[in-house]
């Protein structure tokens, strides 16, 4: 079992930044590869950020392409996702997640509660 805790959200003006982190406890000697997802209300479960363990291979969702950086620190199993040029669209909760390196969630077998995002016009 892997368990993954999200900080770092909170409210931003748009045109801001937030960096949000996922630590991860458990059994993290596994090699999982780390996403990013992110939910707005009324609205589908949308594919932000992937990394594989290494960090060799890295994917982003289009919304966010050029805007958003993840990265990780494998000795500190921490995933961190940083948010620049922050729009008002970009309002969700954000939930990191742990798995097969992919852009579906079907993947990913652990799960964040997730961290709310909120960026003001």
């Known amino acids: 079992q892997v368990q993954l805790v999200e900080s770092g959200g909170g409210l931003v003006q748009a045109g801001g930044s937030l960096r949000l982190s996922c630590a991860a406890s458990g059994r993290t000697s596994s090699r999982y590869a780390m996403g990013w997802f992110r939910q707005a209300p009324g609205k589908e479960r949308e594919f932000v950020a992937a990394i594989t363990w290494s960090g060799g291979s890295i994917n982003y969702g289009d919304s966010v392409n050029g805007r958003f950086t993840i990265a990780r620190d494998n000795a500190k199993n921490t995933v961190y996702l940083q948010m620049n040029s922050l729009k008002p669209e970009d309002t969700a909760v954000y939930h990191c997640?742990?798995?097969?390196?992919?852009?579906?969630?079907?993947?990913?077998?652990?799960w964040g509660q997730g961290t709310q995002v909120t960026v003001s016009s």
């Open positions: 997640a742990a798995g097969i390196y992919s852009t579906s969630a079907s993947s990913y077998a652990y």
